[in-house]
């Protein structure tokens, strides 16, 4: 289970900005009093209304005082012809101008009223389904009905009410119901399958969004990414719609993080994968960043990388001189660096002759860590040729080296091929990459 908040500030400000839907639609004064349409000699003529002569007088001197602004009177006239309306015309009519009333008189209450008694009469236009379900939707939703919210948002939309808000709403009466079922924090078992029903929903909100005004873009995807991870959705489509909406660097880290947390059983070596993603994709945010980074790659293991490491958080301004755990680190690196660099050209001939595939991999580890990215990436597909024991690291050895040179076809070939534990990582590879591509730019060297 995952506690996740309701609503938070930017969404809020969002739905309560659409609230206001214009409900004035004009009741023609005559409109009950024709019962029928003329036209042109030998055409067909329009069907009559069912009214009777008791709903049509009485409604008629509802109509008249509603024109005249007597609104205490139309009311009462307007119950009159309520008390004997039958037929669906008459019902219609009824909800029509006891919605008109209501907006008159600034009665919510009353609207709502009028609303629900046309739309129950089944004579609603198409352009009122989609106003008049709307609204009651909205007036739901924020009342934190989300059962009422969902069954008229779902028919709001079903008539084509599906502007990106309309699509958010909608979604959002979904997490709303299953949350409170929840308990009011959190999403369970029980209740999953409730707001996963939601998120395609939100995905066509921010994908409208995107492509129009990206007003909310950033903050719809987020909650999606969220609400995906509480319901062990596949939240990649989410992750990938958050990294299209923040034009900064803060939803890669907070989707590298999330899938760290995802998967607390990664080893080192695994969430190291994670670590030069969010390096590469320019993430690194603070010193804790830094510091899980070199306790993946392990300072004497790595020292070129690590050094390179430290180097860019000073420039960076995040770390500092004095900080005592990254001047241990620097001295270890600088201490290792030397038999490393000296040892590693006959690790790379050993790698292409009869070296095992173990050495080969850690050879092809090593290049990549001291940005030699071609040469990492042959000696990873040779150790895959050898057999490697953990297949697993040298595809996303070979695919790390691969995006690090831009060859971002071959990168997600190779990915497509990572299963197990690091399934995920190769998946915010891919997304890295797909991030990429459309941009057409040529990603920064790891």
């Known amino acids: 289970m995952r506690r996740i908040s309701r609503f938070n500030m930017a969404l809020m400000l969002a739905l309560a900005g659409t609230t206001a839907v214009s409900l004035a639609l004009p009741v023609d004064g005559a409109f009950a009093q024709r019962t029928e349409k003329k036209g042109k000699k030998g055409k067909d003529e329009a069907p009559q209304m069912e009214l009777s002569a008791e709903f049509r007088n009485a409604f ?95 028919a709001a939309v079903e ?84 990294l299209r909406a923040d034009a900064g660097k803060g939803a890669w880290h907070e989707v590298v993080q999330a899938v760290q947390a995802d998967n607390r059983n990664f080893t080192s070596e695994q969430n190291l994968d994670a670590m030069r993603l969010l390096r590469m994709a320019g993430g690194m945010t603070s010193a804790s960043d830094y510091q899980e980074y070199i306790e993946a ?48 050209p006959e690790s790379v001939r050993d790698s292409r002759g009869k070296a095992t595939a173990t050495v080969t991999l850690a050879t092809a580890d090593a290049l990549l860590a001291n940005k030699q990215y071609a040469e990492a990436e042959e000696l990873a597909g040779i150790a895959v040729t050898k057999g490697a024991t953990d297949k697993e690291r040298a595809l996303m050895v070979q695919a790390i080296a691969q995006v690090a040179q831009g060859k971002y076809e071959p990168a997600r070939q190779t990915l497509a091929g990572v299963t197990g534990v690091r399934a995920p990582l190769a998946k915010l590879w891919t997304l890295y990459i797909d991030q990429k591509a459309g941009a057409g730019a040529t990603a920064p060297a790891a």
């Open 297 to 344: 790659a392990g300072a004497a293991r790595r020292p070129t990388e690590v050094i390179a490491l430290i180097e860019e958080g000073k420039a960076a301004g995040i770390i500092t001189d004095g900080n005592a755990y990254f001047k241990d680190a620097l001295a270890t690196a600088s201490g290792a660096r030397g038999e490393y660099v000296a040892t590693l």
């Open 60 to 154: 008629s001197a509802a109509q008249t005082a509603f024109g005249a602004s007597d609104f205490v009177t139309a009311e009462a006239k307007l119950n009159e012809a309520a008390a004997v309306a039958a037929s669906a015309d008459e019902k219609y009519l009824t909800g029509k101008l006891t919605l008109q009333i209501g907006l008159k008189k600034n009665d919510e209450a009353m609207q709502m009223k009028g609303i629900e008694q046309a739309l129950a009469s089944g004579k609603s236009t198409d352009a009122e389904k989609k106003t008049f379900n709307s609204f009651i939707g909205e007036k739901a939703l924020l009342k934190n009905d989300f059962a009422r919210a969902r069954q008229y948002l779902t």
């Open 159 to 242: 008539a084509g009410q599906n502007g990106p808000v309309n699509l958010f709403q909608l979604a959002e009466a979904h997490f709303g119901e299953a949350i409170a079922k929840s308990g009011g924090r959190s999403i369970d078992a029980t209740n999953a399958p409730i707001a996963a029903a939601g998120l395609p929903y939100l995905q066509r909100a921010v994908e409208a969004d995107l492509a129009g005004t990206k007003q909310y873009s950033a903050s719809w995807a987020k909650r999606g990414f969220q609400i995906a991870r509480a319901t062990k959705t596949d939240s990649s489509v989410f992750a990938n719609l958050l």
